[in-house]
Structure formats: C-alpha cells, structure tokens
C-alpha cells in the first residue's frame, strides 16, 4: 500500500504547511519528502502545492486532492472495520468533534459503555466550537460531531435533535437558588459570567437581549465552561451552561432559565453529508441516537430522529 503511505505524506505537508515539519512529524528525512511530493506531483500531471518563501500550502488542484486522499482514507477504515467484524474482530476508531458541555458527565458515559462491549475500539475526542465541529466533519478530522446550535449546516448531516433549555449555574446560598425557574433579567440583574461568541449558549443569550431593556454585560467572559462553573462560587455570580454538561452538587447548583426569556438550545448530532462512516463510528452514532432519545423521553422534551 505505498501509494497509501504516499497520500499520507501528502496530508501531513498539507496539514504542516511544511515539509520540513512534516518530515519531522512523519519520521522521514526532508529531501525524501520532497523528492516522494515532487514524484507524486509528475505523476499525477498537475502541481498540488506552491512553494512559499517559509513553507508550502495547498493550490486549488492540491485542495480538490486532498478532500479526495480523506474521502479515500476514510472509505478504506470503514471496509476494515467490515472485514474485521467478519472476522469476529471488533477493532477501529471514532472520532468525535464536540461541544464542551459533553466532556464532563455525557461522553465519558457513553465511551465507557461502548467500549465495555468493543474493547478494541479506541476514541479521540476534540472539544470544538459550533463552527470548527463542522469543520472538522468536512476536513475528515472526526467522524461524528456532537454541537450546540450548528452555524452553517451545508456539509452536516443531521442523526439526532436534542433540545435542550438554559440553565443558569450558581452557588447554593445564591439568592435565586431558592426558585425553581429564572427570569432572565434577574440572572443579569448581578455578576454574571458568559461564554466567549463562538459558543451556542452565547449566541443564544445575545439573542434574547437584542432589542431588549436587559444587557448581556459579563463581568467575566471564558472559553471554558469548567471555568464558569468554579468561579460562581465567587461573587455571588451566575453562568449559564446546558443541562446535559451539569449536574448538581454540594456547592453549584442550576436552575432553569424560562423559555419565555431565551429559547432552548437545539444539541445536534451529525455526520458529514453524504459520507458513509465506518463500522465503529456508525455503531455509536447509534448508541448516542438512543442515549439521547432516552434523554428526551425522560426530561418530556422533544427529540428529532433523522428522517432516514
């Protein structure tokens, strides 16, 4: 398969911008690369790099390449995953692109139950925003996303809607830890902590308070969600997260925000459309097809199955 290995090379520049970082990355020396780029390039009658003062990037014939070399990758673990459960194997690997609110309590579950029955099957998970989860479906870096409030949706293949409402997180003794449902005017009414713009719950929270009297005006913006959540203990401020990345404790507890102030945040699990996935990432899209169902079914929220 020395073709194979050769597109892999060709990835890996890609991916590097250099091919000297690539070589380092690849184990191979720098003029071999280029010399195996250079080959490939004759060969295939067409230039798919230009060459840079420091470094390399893809032209337009190297861009339509490189989707085809991931396409192919792609194609060749899911028929190696066939063969191995013809063979009684349960062997391959899931990447997933996800939300930080599926880190903490969601995904560790359901790994741990899948892997309970296919111990041969290993994972890679990589906490991304809502626009570099589809991102990340497109370029073929994961076979699965798992995202709140998708931007564009072009190459996302819908699997599973999930809706799910605001909470806003604070201390115990907090003054409004005392009601069973918020307004959101008196969630902004104190410190309050957001998330940065790339995330949904950000996104959605400026929505409600466009054109409106209240002001989102955070006292601390944070990329982390882990972050938020410690610092509420401090201030008496109050974060905002979905329910399925929380979970009550001695010293934090949530509360949902009504819906009459800001609408639930849709969680969206997706594929890249069009792709047919490999046996491992296809039977635990699955598994979390019927993991979030039964979250819908529970909590009396509605849950949206792809129409296929």
Do not use: W
Request: proline share 7%.
């Amino acid at each position: 398969m020395r073709h194979l290995q050769t597109l892999r090379l060709i990835e890996a520049v890609a991916r590097a911008g250099s091919i000297r970082k690539a070589a380092e990355d690849m184990a191979i020396t720098s003029s071999a690369l280029n010399r195996r780029i250079t080959g490939f390039e004759d060969e295939f009658g067409y230039p798919i790099f230009e060459r840079l003062p420091r470094g390399v990037r893809l032209n337009p014939a190297g861009e339509l390449l490189i989707q085809h070399i991931r396409g192919q990758v792609s194609d060749l673990e899911r028929v190696r995953g066939q063969v191995a459960d013809l063979s009684g194997e349960r062997r391959g690997h899931v990447s997933i692109a996800c939300s930080q609110a599926l880190q903490p309590y969601f995904l560790p579950e359901q790994i741990s139950a899948y892997r309970s029955g296919h111990p041969g099957v290993s994972f890679s998970v990589h906490v991304r925003d809502r626009a570099s989860a589809e991102e990340d479906l497109s370029a073929f870096r994961s076979d699965l996303a798992l995202v709140v409030e998708p931007v564009y949706l072009a190459e996302f293949e819908v699997l599973f809607a999930l809706q799910q409402p605001i909470h806003a997180v604070m201390a115990v003794d907090h003054p409004l830890a005392a009601q069973t449902e918020l307004r959101l005017r008196d969630c902004l009414a104190g410190p309050h902590v957001a998330p940065t713009s790339p995330y949904g719950v950000r996104h959605l929270l400026e929505l409600a308070t466009r054109g409106r009297s209240m002001r989102l005006s955070p006292s601390i913006e944070a990329d982390s969600f882990e972050f938020m959540r410690h610092y509420v203990l401090h201030e008496g401020a109050i974060g905002f997260q979905i329910p399925v990345g929380l979970k009550d404790g001695p010293e934090v507890v949530s509360r949902p925000v009504s819906v009459r102030d800001v609408p639930p945040a849709h969680l969206l699990l997706g594929q890249m459309r069009g792709r047919t996935l490999p046996v491992a990432p296809a039977r635990f899209a699955h598994q979390l097809q019927a993991a979030l169902a039964a979250m819908a079914e529970a909590a009396g929220r509605p849950g949206e199955p792809s129409p296929s």
